[in-house]
């Protein structure tokens, strides 16, 4: 076929046309730029609620607060709470109290990751050393101060810690860090994620290891590894599935010396979970979204008893958790905002010589939650919600709440809020059987701690005034909150006899779990964020708290002693974070933490009032397309010496927090 | 018009065949129709192909080529006169650029939205207090930065750019940028904004609470938010209303952004960050105010 001279001329162009508009890799920016739909990153479950309109009291710790703060582990982190406290009960083990009431297990906040709960269901609590998750991988953590069962049931009782890890591909396209430091610390994380067919599918493996000597004189080191992975994929633009492994096993040691209910020996924790969630989102803006997990946790602690040949005690536990869970969220008309859910949890757990062996420790919940938003006038918004569970065994429970936010100036508003909540016990609460066992034929031959009455949930009733803001004079945000919690049927062990168990003085404490005590708390919270320049951040929190409250401590015949609560309670505790970018590429953060003296509870001791500073220098830079940080990071930084929850005395020594240096090494690429 | 006897041959060449393109060819038909019926001595033919079964013929009068690709094999056609519709700026400044000798002939309606309405937009929607407006720049769009300047002199804000060279810098770019601005303004570029990209520009921005302005509404129903864009609609009736011209008048308007536009916002973004936007009408109505108030300014001058 001939071709006229011209149409020659005109293919050459559009040749060199196509050369120049589709030369590059990704073919230019077309039409489908502007006309395609895309993926909903930002979907209202995602979405942030103004702090302003919340029903509740909320702390955000983001990523450039993670990466700013000296903190080493999750819970060092929540110091930066106000009224939060963090206990150490060995070198890699903590406990996180909100206005104290903690023992090792801070059993009365809901912890979840990326909406998974990792509360124990055998002792209670978040077992933070088994959690796979390093810091490192969190993208922010979202804490509810007060009650939070209307949204996250029973145990978010006062408060939730929400967890939210980094989304596959969010950042970068793989990750290693390395950190060394006193104690014998060093941890290796490492990240590398992929993604496919344009970011339809995007996948994520992480991988860790640690190892940390714990405190001096403690017999307390912990080994650990980890691995976790996360597949995302986004089927159409409204569909998103995401699934995620993980697993992490640690080999703990335990004991003080000379210690023979607590004998020097080692322990190995193990946790893995499975989780897949679906969301959708409909048309109008509404989002319906399914999540179904399996997790598993186990501690293997078993020890013999020396004074008596052939006994042996056992902390060892199984657990198991299903939970499925469906969620709709949308808004019906105009003004309002609705979530409506509902959720079947399974808890299995064996521990052969913690829990009584008839128990029912096969344990089923049903749930259905409900939370409606209304604003009655552009300044007035209405909130009010409710959860009620059914938990086989022990009974049905409503946990309602309900705020209303007065916004009396543009982004300044005051919230008044009454919340109702309970916290189911643990399954060791409700059927414990713990003694020393023999190891011939597994037969009791001493019981320390049992339950045999019937074990209430403890309540709560708090009432709240908030007044929350936002002011252009250096960006400040605050958040003050005056609240009552009122805390009834408190669970604890009661001392209700001391017997001989080894002649010819080895006597014992006999236990029982209890609705024990109440507790009236009054306080006050402030939180304030601000940004005196463009490169410098300050976080400051305070609370005060005043606690009267007594509970039963011993109950023997002739001999009835209760004790006052009010030392569990510290009075004030502060923390603050100031952070500063300098000029090239370095930067640093100085953070401080003082807590009033306060006595944990449990095994716990009275820990005198504590003032600890920590710094951290950094420098950034770039190297053959990777970026190189490099952090020099002090914690206690003038060793001002303290002990972190055990206090040494005649027979044991204590934890002592004195000045500790690490360096990390982060190189992203 | 061409002086000849016949009808003027109109043809409208579509790039695909989606649902957007049949909504713009029947909005395009209507609107010719109507237009035509008040200003044309003549009843224009049109023709509606699209590119898959399309044989050029060198009959047309006005070739009306939507999309890139349709404005590709446009070319072969070498038709007396060349429209472009529904195609980005960059693909308009391209063509003009590689075939010079046919800008006499060829005209275009594009997608893109005035780097000055989208800073209205902006200067409408941040808050006194803040200034900062960022753009990440990358190899399409950094030929952008003068005219960036410019408009963020006039408006009062102060400008930070990031240039990429390709979307593995995007990501640490987004995370630099974000602690040092107040907005983040979105241009098209494909090494910028993909499909790739998207999760973590707008997560980055948005954990740093700095709201993005998009540039259509699908970026803002992905979490943008609030966007000046041009309706398919809009362009359909802005290449009817230039057909209208070319068959009564013989000629054809500039080459420019389409006339009016719409806003898009995301309220559910907006609230989240502390932002209390009126609806996408009344923002509508400000911008166009807004505008109307400039032009009378410089006609002053």
């Known amino acids: 076929m001939a071709i006229h ?96 009431m903690a023992d090792q297990l801070g059993r009365r906040m809901q912890v979840l990751v990326d909406g998974r709960s990792v509360y124990d269901p055998v002792f209670g609590g978040a077992l933070w050393q088994s959690l796979p ?95 976790s992975t996360r597949y995302r994929f986004q089927a159409t633009p409204r569909d998103r599935i995401d699934v995620q492994l993980g697993l992490r096993s640690s080999d703990v040691e335990k004991g003080f010396p000379g210690d023979d209910a607590q004998p020097l020996r080692d322990t190995a924790l193990a946790h893995h979970y499975q989780q897949i969630s679906w969301q959708h989102l409909m048309t109008g803006g509404s989002d319906l979204s399914f999540q179904f997990y399996h997790s598993y946790q186990s501690n293997k602690d078993a020890f013999d008893y020396a004074p008596y040949p052939g006994a042996f005690l056992d902390f060892g ?99 008044l809020s009454a919340a109702r909540g309970y916290r189911i016990p643990a399954l060791y609460e409700q059927h414990a059987r713990f003694g020393i066992y023999s190891r011939s034929d597994g037969s009791e031959i001493f ?18 005034i908030g007044l929350v803001g936002e002011a252009a004079f250096w960006h400040t945000r605050y958040d003050l909150k005056l609240f009552r919690h009122q805390i009834e049927d408190v669970i604890d062990p009661v001392e209700i006899d001391r017997v001989l168990v080894v002649p010819p ?130 914690q206690n930084l003038f060793n001002r010496r303290y002990y972190d929850f055990y206090v040494p005395n005649d027979s044991r020594t204590g934890n002592l927090f004195d000045r500790r240096l690490y360096a990390q090494l982060v190189v992203r690429h | 018009m061409p002086t000849g006897q016949a009808a003027p041959r109109l043809e409208l060449l579509l790039s695909h065949e989606g649902d957007e393109y049949r909504e713009l060819a029947e909005t395009f038909q209507a609107e010719l129709a109507r237009g035509c019926a008040l200003r044309c001595t003549e009843s224009p033919e049109l023709q509606i192909s699209t590119i898959r079964n399309w044989q050029p013929k060198h009959s047309a009068d006005l070739l009306i080529a939507v999309g890139n690709k349709a404005a590709i094999h446009a070319l072969v056609s070498q038709p007396r ?39 209205d937009l902006i200067a409408l929607t941040l808050p006194a207090d803040k200034r900062r407006v960022g753009v990440i720049l990358g190899p399409e769009s950094s030929a952008y930065r003068p005219a960036l300047r410019a408009q963020a002199a006039n408006h009062g804000v102060e400008l930070i750019t990031e240039q990429v060279l390709n979307h593995d810098e995007v990501g640490p770019a987004v995370e630099r940028l974000s602690a040092r601005i107040d907005i983040l303004l979105a241009l098209p570029d494909a090494e910028v904004f993909n499909r790739e990209t998207l999760y973590g520009i707008l997560l980055t921005s948005y954990s740093a609470r700095v709201p993005v302005v998009g540039y259509s509404a699908a970026l803002v129903e992905a979490g943008a938010m609030i966007a000046v864009y041009t309706p398919v609609s809009v362009i359909a009736r802005d290449l009817a209303r230039a057909s209208v011209a070319f068959v009564a008048d013989g000629d054809l308007p500039e080459a420019g952004p389409s006339r009016s536009f719409a806003v898009a916002i995301n309220h559910n973004v907006a609230r989240s960050l502390g932002y209390d936007l009126p609806d996408s009408v009344l923002m509508h109505k400000q911008l166009t105010a807004l505008e109307g108030r400039d032009a009378a300014a410089q006609a002053a001058q």
């Open chain 1, 133 to 227: 998750v390093a810091l490192t991988d969190v993208e922010r953590i979202e804490v509810i101060r007060g009650p939070n069962a209307a949204i996250d049931g029973a145990n978010a009782f006062v408060g939730t810690i929400n967890i939210t890890t980094r989304a596959p591909a969010a950042h970068d396209r793989g990750q290693a860090q390395l950190t060394v430091g006193s104690y014998g610390r060093r941890q290796v994380d490492v990240a590398e994620n992929w993604a496919a067919a344009n970011g339809r599918h995007r996948l994520e493996v992480r991988a860790g290891a640690e190892h940390d000597d714990g405190f001096r004189q403690r017999h307390d080191t912990l080994s650990s590894r980890r691995l």
């Open chain 1, 317 to 415: 536990f199984t657990a198991s958790r299903y939970d499925a869970e469906v969620q709709w969220r949308g808004s019906p008309v105009p003004g309002a905002r609705l979530v409506v859910g509902s959720g079947w949890r399974l808890d299995e757990a064996s521990a052969d010589y913690a829990l009584a062996r008839d128990a029912n420790i096969s344990v089923q919940q049903l749930r259905l939650f409900v939370h409606g938003e209304q604003q009655l006038s552009d300044d007035w918004l209405l909130q009010a919600g409710a959860m009620g569970e059914d938990f086989e065994g022990v009974g049905q429970y409503l946990s309602p709440r309900i705020s209303l936010n007065h916004t009396f100036l543009p982004r300044h508003a005051l919230r």
């Open chain 2, 81 to 119: 006169r060349l429209l472009y519709g529904l195609i980005p700026r960059t693909t308009w400044e391209n063509l003009t650029r590689l075939y010079p000798s046919a800008n006499s002939r060829q005209n275009a309606v594009y997608l893109d939205q005035p780097l000055a309405r989208q800073f």
């Open chain 1, 505 to 634: 003085d080895g006597y014992a404490s006999v236990w029982e779990f209890r609705n024990s005590g109440k507790m009236d708390l009054r306080g006050i919270e402030l939180q304030v964020d601000t940004k005196p320049t463009a490169r410098t951040d300050l976080h400051f929190t305070w609370s005060f708290a005043d606690a009267n409250g007594s509970r039963l401590k011993r109950e023997r015949p002739g001999l009835t002693v209760y004790a006052g609560m009010r030392g569990n309670v510290p009075q004030h505790s502060f923390s603050a974070l100031l952070r500063h970018r300098f000029q090239h590429g370095w930067h640093g953060s100085l953070s401080w933490f003082y807590v009033d003296p306060m006595v944990w509870g449990g095994e716990g001791d009275g820990q005198k009032a504590t003032n600890r500073f920590d710094l951290k220098v950094a420098r950034d830079w770039r190297h053959s397309g990777s970026r190189i940080r490099l952090e020099f990071l002090v």
């Open chain 1, 447 to 464: 019981i320390a701690e049992t339950s045999p009455n019937r074990v209430r949930p403890e309540s709560i009733i708090a009432y709240e």
């Open chain 1, 5 to 100: 001279s011209g149409q020659r001329r005109g293919a050459l162009a559009a040749l060199v046309g196509f050369a120049v508009i589709y030369a590059h890799p990704a073919h230019g920016v077309s039409e489908s730029d502007f006309l395609a739909e895309l993926p909903v990153v930002l979907s209202a479950s995602r979405l942030e609620q103004p702090k302003h309109l919340a029903p509740a009291a909320v702390t955000v710790i983001d990523r450039a607060m993670i990466d700013a703060s000296p903190a080493l582990t999750i819970p060092d982190l929540l110091r930066l709470v106000p009224g939060f406290q963090v206990g150490s009960w060995s070198g890699s083990e903590r406990t996180v109290a909100s206005h104290g």
